[in-house]
């Protein structure tokens, strides 16, 4: 079996950090996440069912490890700044990211999944309704919700 994931790995390991790169925006974070999710198919192959394709569950794996790392890593800031070791990501889009981060971090699952697939992917609603395995109109509720969070202040505060 890990000759089958050592295979997978070397096809589909630069899509899942190229995924992981563009929510993370970080390279370090992102081959962090990739090393995540096939040494959790090593530990435990039987989570990948073969419902989908290999590369389906893998992008959704990627996808929800990602927010997890950017739910954690408000965890890491706060005792970073304990510490006094802070370093503020600068640059062109920095604010931007900060906001989206802090939005993911405050959704329920499945609507920062919405958010990600739709606004990061671009993905359609009707393909999004094929990941998360739900209705479409599911979806345009669960992306209603993501607007209606970001509208609020206090969801960016």
Do not use: W
């Not at 899509?15 to 992102?30: E, G, T």
């Not at 996808?63 to 802070?86: S, Y």
């Not at 889009?93 to 739709?118: F, H, K, M, S, T």
């Amino acid at each position: 079996m890990s000759e089958a994931i050592a295979a997978a790995y070397r096809t589909h390991g630069p899509s899942v950090l190229r995924r992981a790169r563009r929510i993370l925006a970080n390279d370090a974070d992102a081959r962090e996440v990739v090393q995540d999710v096939f040494l959790s198919l090593v530990d435990r192959p039987e989570q990948f069912s073969g419902r989908s394709s290999l590369m389906t569950f893998l992008y959704r794996a990627t996808t929800n490890r990602c927010l997890n790392h950017i739910r954690n890593a408000k965890t890491r800031l706060r005792l970073l700044e304990q510490r006094g070791a802070v370093d503020v990501e600068e640059g062109p889009g920095a604010e931007q990211q900060a906001i989206v981060r802090d939005l993911l971090r405050q959704l329920p699952e499945e609507q920062a999944q919405a958010l990600v697939y739709y606004y990061v992917d671009e993905m359609s609603q009707a393909e999004i309704s094929d990941v998360l395995g739900c209705s479409r109109r599911h979806v345009g509720n669960l992306l209603e919700r993501v607007r209606a969070a970001a509208e609020q202040p206090e969801a960016r505060a």
